[in-house]
């Protein structure tokens, strides 16, 4: 397991952390396609914590995207680096996600994140984030909506809606099982919503959650069971 290291100049204020999503929003790629669905690597991102230890573990899985088989996987632990504040758990998680990532023996391709991108009160989750620091193209599938609206999709697999800041369209709402509750899918960058959706259906023959999601999920809280501050 991979120790995290704090980049220089992290932000350690709430003022600084809002500075510097400003600061970084206007990188986000938003005019590129993406890779097709079901080609090269995909990558999931989690991260879990242990607040009485004040330890933070980020895991990274990557799939083969045609088979959804293992390819590689990493985790890294360290010290929380910023105080939970809503709008602003990037600044918790991103140092432990760059360890993970930098761990891997092979690139990571498409990053999937659970989070959010675009689908952000500052336009700038967790997805848009990791992909202007890295420059991969990164998506963001949240469990729930956040504080924007949607009208629920068709009930079939595939249906899909908006879910709305006002009149923006911030993600959508899709459906990924029959008759199940939809996962809420935004843009992180350099990939486009129809394309980041056509990824997310790739990603679940089976469950509602991405296999990226569930993958990464299940190896960091193993990984913070097994880790020391």
Not at 157 to 171: F, K, M, Q, T, Y
Request: charged content about 20%; overall charge neutral; aromatic content about 6%.
């Amino acid at each position: 397991m991979k120790t995290v290291r704090v980049p220089a100049g992290w932000p350690a204020t709430e003022e600084q952390a809002r500075a510097t999503q400003d600061e970084l929003r206007g990188l986000v790629v938003l005019d590129e396609p993406g890779p097709p669905p079901g080609t090269g690597t995909v990558t999931g991102v989690d991260v879990a914590y242990d607040d009485e230890r004040d330890l933070v573990v980020a895991a990274a899985v990557v799939l083969d995207a045609a088979s959804l088989r293992v390819v590689a996987e990493a985790t890294a632990a360290g010290r929380v680096p910023f105080p939970y504040v809503p709008g602003l758990l990037a600044f918790r998680e991103i140092p432990a996600v760059l360890a993970a990532l930098d761990a891997l023996p092979c690139p990571p391709g498409l990053v999937v994140c659970d989070g959010y991108g675009l689908a952000h009160p500052r336009r700038f989750g967790l997805a848009a984030h990791l992909g202007v620091l890295t420059g991969l193209a990164t998506i963001g599938v949240a469990k729930n909506p956040f504080t924007f609206a949607y009208q629920e999709p068709g009930a079939r697999r595939g249906s899909a809606s908006p879910l709305l800041a006002d009149a923006e369209e911030v993600g959508r709402a899709l459906r990924t099982r029959d008759g199940v509750k939809p996962v809420f899918v935004s843009v992180g960058h350099r990939v486009r919503l129809d394309n980041a959706c056509a990824h997310i259906l790739a990603l679940t023959p089976a469950y509602r959650l991405p296999e990226t999601t569930r993958r990464a999920d299940s190896l960091c809280r193993r990984a913070l069971r097994e880790a020391t501050p």
